[in-house]
C-alpha cells in the first residue's frame, strides 16, 4: 500500500464508555477501508488486551500520547497550557505521510487546531459538546479564536458531531453560523444487536450509564421510590459503575434493595434490555443518548429528560416520553406505560422501526463514507 495514502486516528480516551465505544466503532471502519491505519491513544490502559490484538491483527501501528497532554492540574488547566501544548504536539504529530488525520475525541475542543496548517484533510469528531461558562481568558480571545476557526473551515477541514443540540451549542460557543463553520451531523450508531418486536410482560426499568453526576442518579432514585411505592410488582435496574456508586447505594431503603437494585458493571446489556419493559433515563447532560437508542433496538419505549440530544432520538408521545426534570412527572409517565401495556408495545415497536431508520451500523457507514472518502451510493 502507498504510505502517502495512511490514516492518522487520534483518540483520547482513558476509561469505559460513549468515546471508546466510538473509538473501537471509527476503527474498525477505517480497517475495512484496507488503508494503512496509525492510532494515537491516550495510554496503554485504554483498551484491553483482546481489543490490542484484534487491532495489530489488522496492521494497526500503535502509540500513546504524552502524559502532559492530558494533564488535569489546575494550573494546567486554568490557563488552558494544556491546550497550547496540544496545539504544538498535533502541529508536529501529523508532519508525515498522511491522506488523513481523524480526531476523535469526548472531551471539549482537544486537539482542535494544528493538523490543518499541513493541508491535510483533517476531521475533528467531537462526541459531547462545553459544558459551564466559559472562562475569563475564553471570553478574551473569542473574537481571536472565531476568526481562526472560519480560516480553518475555509481549508480542507470537516467538523463533525452527533447531534444537533451538540452542533448548536458548539456553534454559539465559538459564534460562527453554519455558513462560516460548517458542522456535520451523523448520528452515532447502536451497537447492540438488534432484537426484532417483541412483546414483553415485565416491570423491569432498565438505565445504563455510569453513575455520576451529569447521568443524576439521585434523581433517579427518587422516581424509583415514588414509582415502587405505588405499584408492589415493579423493578428500577440501573446497570454502570461511577463514583457515587456507593452514596446512591446507601439510600436505598433495606426493604427495597431487591427491587431498586445497581447491578454494577453489565457485561451483557442486550440481556438485560431483552429482559425490560421499559428504558429510564434522567440525564442532566447527554451529547446524544446512544444507550437510548441500543433501549430502542430492543423495542423498549423510552422516557428520557429533555436535555441535550435525548429529545432527537426519543420522539415525544411516539417512541417513549421527554419528560421535565421533575420527580411527580417521570413518577407519572413510567406508571402510565406500566398500567398500559398496550401502549408500551406500541411505543417500542415504534422505537425499533427509529432504530433501524437513524442508528443502525450501516447507514452510519454509508454517511461516513460520503464525508471521509466523499463515496456515495452506486
Known amino acids: 500500500m502507498d504510505k502517502k495514502k495512511s490514516i492518522l486516528l ?8 460513549g468515546p471508546k465505544s466510538y473509538f473501537l466503532l471509527l476503527s474498525d471502519y477505517l480497517i475495512k477501508k484496507q488503508k494503512p491505519l496509525k492510532v494515537i491513544l491516550a495510554s496503554r490502559e485504554a483498551l484491553t488486551d483482546q481489543e490490542y490484538r484484534k487491532l495489530e491483527i489488522a496492521g494497526v501501528k500503535i502509540k500513546y500520547l504524552p502524559g502532559f497532554l492530558l494533564s488535569k492540574k489546575k494550573i494546567i488547566t486554568r490557563f488552558r497550557i494544556n491546550k497550547l501544548f496540544q496545539f504544538f504536539y498535533l502541529f508536529f504529530a501529523v508532519n508525515g505521510p498522511y491522506e488523513k488525520v481523524i480526531v476523535s475525541t469526548g472531551h471539549s475542543f482537544y486537539f482542535l487546531t494544528g493538523a490543518w496548517i499541513w493541508g491535510k484533510k483533517f476531521y475533528y469528531i467531537q462526541h459531547t459538546y462545553p459544558q459551564g461558562s466559559p472562562s475569563v481568558f475564553t471570553k478574551y480571545i473569542s473574537g481571536l479564536r472565531s476568526g481562526y476557526y472560519s480560516r480553518m473551515a475555509k481549508r480542507d477541514f470537516s467538523f463533525i458531531t452527533v447531534s444537533h443540540e451538540s452542533k448548536r451549542v458548539i456553534q454559539d460557543l465559538i459564534a460562527l453560523s453554519d455558513s462560516r463553520f460548517p458542522i456535520n451531523v451523523v448520528y452515532t450508531p ?3 444487536s438488534p432484537a426484532a418486536p417483541d412483546p414483553k410482560d415485565s416491570n423491569t426499568i432498565v438505565t445504563t450509564g ?3 453526576k451529569w447521568k443524576n442518579p439521585e434523581f433517579w432514585l427518587q422516581v424509583a421510590l415514588s414509582v415502587a411505592g405505588q405499584i408492589d410488582e ?3 435496574v440501573w446497570a454502570g459503575t461511577g463514583s457515587l456508586m456507593e452514596e446512591i447505594r446507601k439510600k436505598i431503603p433495606d426493604a427495597l434493595q431487591s427491587r431498586i437494585r445497581l447491578a454494577g ?3 451483557n446489556v442486550s440481556e438485560l434490555l431483552s429482559s425490560a ?3 429510564f433515563q434522567p440525564s442532566l447532560v447527554e451529547s446524544q443518548g446512544i444507550s437510548v437508542a441500543e433501549a430502542m433496538a430492543h423495542s423498549l419505549p423510552c422516557v428520557v429528560s429533555n436535555r441535550g440530544g435525548l429529545p432527537e432520538v426519543v420522539e415525544d408521545g ?3 416520553f421527554v419528560i421535565d426534570l421533575d420527580v411527580e412527572q417521570a413518577s407519572q409517565k413510567l406508571l402510565y406505560l406500566i398500567r398500559n401495556k398496550e401502549v408500551a408495545k406500541r411505543m417500542g415497536r415504534a422505537g425499533y422501526a427509529k432504530f433501524e431508520q437513524e442508528y443502525s451500523v450501516s447507514g452510519w457507514e454509508k454517511k461516513m463514507d460520503q464525508l471521509l472518502f466523499h463515496q456515495t451510493e452506486a
Not at 10 to 17: H, P, V
Request: net charge negative; charged share 10%; with cysteine.
Open 265 to 267: 458493571y453489565v457485561a
Open 277 to 279: 419493559a421499559i428504558y
Open 10 to 17: 487520534l483518540a483520547d480516551f482513558t476509561g469505559y464508555g
Open 190 to 192: 447502536c451497537l447492540v
Open 210 to 212: 455510569h453513575l455520576e
Open 234 to 236: 415493579v423493578n428500577f
Open 318 to 320: 411516539v417512541t417513549g
